[in-house]
Structures are given as structure tokens and as C-alpha cells.
């Protein structure tokens, strides 16, 4: 069987629910919206932190497996370091990931809890690895960091999979075509004060809303997981998704608060002769 394959078993992998719900539900309790959270997730970045900062441990222990193979015992100490770094590196790396893990759900839930199980095996290896080394065993540390580089490059798949084959952490307006010309999708009197709705601007959802007079339009799904903004709460001019409470600024898109990192499409908005029209704004308003 594939890799592939075997993580998308992953995903049908119910048995996994009962601990991984669990779990998430504490994490929820630990890190909850807001500043942490923000931090956590990337929402200052524009992108998620946590594929950033996995580059340091996994960087720093196969370049201590490179050491271990290339450079015999002289490179030992060298190793150590890098053993050391990446243990020091992998705990807000974890931290990261757990902020994103816990919002997710079924499929992504299954194959995250795998992925997450794989790293923290791999770093307890590692650490066993730098242990013996420092009582004299690098024999035993050598073979140690091996199997923790293996254990690292399964759990390294599983993190793609999740971003490249699932979409976690991905735009989720990324791949809308909004129309660039004026489309018309209601009647003026028909939307009324405070109400968002979900309207169809060429076959793009588009959450309209009419707040203290003034007309906003914005993609309906919210960039981080995908929540329908018209079925969300107003708070002033700002709209607050339902699913995980990202908060967007209804003029212009941006985050207000996370988990979300990248601001909504915003839309141009107009009324011509008792009709509602739309089109995309322009990237440089």
C-alpha cells in the first residue's frame, strides 16, 4: 500500500475520534481565542507559523544524521548541538500545531492526531539519542537518531498531506474567480439593516450586509477553514465567523483577530436603479 493511500485511511480512521476530541478539547481550554492564539496560529505572518518553524527541528536533526553517517566521531559533539537545538526548537513548534489541530475536524482531526503522535515520537528519540550519546553510547545514539530521522520524514508526509492533499492552512477564497465587472445579485429593498446574506456573484458566494446605511460586501467563506461569514454575528463593522470567531473588517477584509491570517476578498458594491451590484476590488484599493 502507498503512502498515500495509507493516509487517506487515516482519514476514515474513526477509532481515532474518541482521544483526539478529547484532546482538542483541552487544547481549546489552553489556548483560546485571542492574542495567544493570534500568535500561535500566524495571524501576524499572513500564513500559518507552524510549517515555518517545523523547519528548525527537522533541519537540525537530519543534519545531525548527516553528521552521525559522514563524519565519524569527530562530528560527534557537533551533533550533540543539533540534537539539542531541535529539542529546544520543537516545543513551540508543537505548540503551534497544536493551535491549528484543535480546530479542525473528522478527516483533518484523524490524520493530524497521526501526525502529531509521529513527531512527539520522533522527538522522544531524539532526545534518547542525545542522551546516550552524553553517557558515552554513540553507537546506540547513532542508530537512535536514524530511527528518529525515519519517524521524522512519516510525520513530515502526514503534514503535507494535510496541507497539500486536505487544504489545511490554506486560503480557503484562494481559488474563487470573483466577477471583475458590475453584477447584479438583489434587490436593494430587499436586504435589510443588519441582515447578512449570502448572495451569488457569478457563481462566487458573497455574504451582503447593510450596516449603520452603508453597503459591504465580502467572500462568504472565511480564509481560514472555510465558516460561512453570513451566518456569523456583527459587532460594530466587522462580521465574526461562526465556526472558530475570525474577525474581518467589512470595509476592507482585513483580520481583526484570528485564528484566520489572510483578509477576505472584499468587493466593490453599488445600487443602480433599486438593484445591488457587485464586483471584485481591485488588489491596489
Known amino acids: 500500500m502507498d503512502a498515500y493511500r495509507m493516509a487517506t485511511r ?3 480512521a474513526e477509532w481515532i475520534d474518541s482521544a483526539a476530541d478529547s484532546l482538542a478539547t483541552v487544547v481549546g481550554r489552553l489556548i483560546k481565542t485571542g492574542p495567544f492564539k493570534d500568535l500561535l496560529s500566524g495571524t501576524w505572518l499572513g500564513h500559518s507559523l507552524h510549517p515555518v518553524l517545523t523547519d528548525v527541528p527537522i533541519g537540525t536533526w537530519l543534519s545531525a544524521s548527516v553528521l552521525d553517517v ?3 566521531k569527530e562530528t560527534d559533539e557537533a551533533a550533540q548541538i543539533l540534537l539539542a537545538v531541535g529539542l529546544l526548537t520543537a516545543s ?3 505548540w503551534s500545531g497544536l493551535s491549528d489541530w484543535s480546530d479542525t475536524l473528522g478527516g483533518e482531526r484523524r490524520v493530524g492526531t497521526a501526525h502529531a503522535a509521529s513527531n512527539v515520537t520522533a522527538s522522544m528519540i531524539y532526545g534518547a539519542s542525545l542522551l546516550a550519546r552524553r553517557r558515552g553510547r554513540r553507537g546506540l545514539g547513532v542508530v537512535l537518531g536514524l530511527a ?3 519517524v521524522t520524514a512519516a510525520g513530515a508526509y502526514l503534514g503535507g498531506h494535510l496541507s497539500l492533499a486536505m487544504g489545511l492552512g490554506v486560503d480557503h477564497t484562494a481559488f474563487e474567480h470573483p466577477p471583475e465587472e458590475w453584477t447584479p445579485v ?3 429593498a430587499d436586504l435589510a439593516e443588519g441582515a447578512p446574506k449570502l448572495v451569488d456573484a457569478a457563481g462566487v458566494g458573497v455574504m451582503l450586509v447593510r450596516q449603520s446605511g452603508a453597503l459591504y460586501a465580502l467572500s462568504n467563506r472565511c480564509t481560514h477553514l472555510g465558516g460561512p461569514l453570513d451566518e456569523g454575528a456583527l ?3 466587522s462580521v465574526i465567523c461562526p465556526w472558530h470567531a475570525s474577525r474581518f473588517d467589512l470595509a476592507t477584509g482585513e483580520v481583526l483577530q484570528g485564528p484566520a491570517r489572510s483578509p477576505e476578498p472584499a468587493y466593490d458594491v453599488r445600487v443602480q ?3 445591488i ?3 471584485a476590488r481591485p488588489a491596489t484599493a
Open 10 to 12: 487515516l482519514e476514515e
Open 70 to 72: 559522514l563524519g565519524g
Open 92 to 94: 513551540p513548534t508543537v
Open 148 to 150: 528518529g530521522a525515519g
Open 186 to 188: 438583489m434587490d436593494d
Open 235 to 237: 459587532e460594530g463593522r
Open 273 to 275: 436603479s433599486g438593484v
Open 277 to 279: 451590484e457587485l464586483k
